[in-house]
């Protein structure tokens, strides 16, 4: 609904994101009425540190508007990706946003790209995914876990994106992405603790003319197996990152003015005399008292055009063979 195309005014249904502080954010429904955990109809009303708010007010009010609680305020924004990535229930260990915009960028992602996911988890990188490729583009996702896939598809259907996603439940490791998928995706990613078994499949559904894979994988050992196999099967441009986003803080400091007036004149005796110290306020960049600890190597590898792939796979094991 409102993650498909921007609005202005909140209607019944809409996901909206409650914005109170930049730690304080929240996935609202503008819905009059909800069911609670007994199975009772009962009035909508969110809890926040700062008050109740009954959601069916918001109804009819401008994406954007500041909005009045008991003791505060806060304001209303329309959903993006990022936005969700900070507030959707978490099912799995999901990516971030710093990760998942290495893998846009690395996959070349386009308005009309097709591309396969595996695996689908809370529904993290879907959404930017969707919203990369849309609206002639789709996404092709697949998890393993039957009730966790059901809910990311309930989620895309109620934020409006259900044309532009097909969920799949199946073990990709083992049974591969499905003949459909032959030859028809432009880049594939993997979310898989044995990401290797999944390669040799990928193979399969990438393009004819070739495409690109992204393997995100929280240990080296993952990675170092991942690697050996595109070297195998012909992969080439293979490379792994980590994306670590350091924020630093402005912030005024009086700091000592340099006086190098002494140099140009000569000395009368009077050096010995202490003086006070000049300072100045100036506004400064101040790092960060702790650095992000580290969440996952993100691989990256492309396939060639099927015509020059027997001689890449040549090199490559010619590569291979020369480490060893």
Known sequence: MSFDGYKHIIYEGDTVILYLTITQVYCIKAETKTVNKKG???????????????????????????ISLSKGWGYVLQPTPELWTITLPHRTQIIYTPDISMIILQLELCPGSTVVESGTGSGSLSHALIRAVKPHGHLYTFDF????????????????LANYVT???????????GDDLNYKA???????????????HALNVLK??????????????????????LLKLGFQEIQTV?????????????????????????????????????VQKVVTMIPPPSMPGHTGYLTFATLPPVWARNLQITLNQNDINEAD
């Open 40 to 66: 009772t109809v009962v009035e909508n009303v969110f809890q926040t540190p700062y008050g109740a708010l009954k959601c069916g007010e918001l109804i009819g009010k401008y994406y954007g508007s500041k």
């Open 167 to 177: 969920v799949n439940t199946r073990d990709v490791c083992e049974n591969g992405f």
């Open 242 to 278: 980590e994306v670590l986003q350091t924020q630093y803080g402005v912030h005024q400091r009086h700091l000592p003015v340099l006086n190098l007036d002494f140099l140009k004149n000569e000395k009368d005796g009077s050096e010995g005399e202490k003086k006070e110290r000049e």
């Open 186 to 200: 432009d880049a594939v990613f993997l979310d898989l603790p044995h990401p290797w078994l999944a390669i040799p």
């Open 208 to 229: 004819r003319t070739g495409g690109r894979l992204c393997s995100f994988s929280p240990c080296i050992e993952q990675v170092q197996r991942s690697c050996l196999m």
């Open 145 to 160: 876990h039957e009730a966790r896939a059901d809910t990311a598809l309930e989620e895309f259907r109620d934020h409006g």
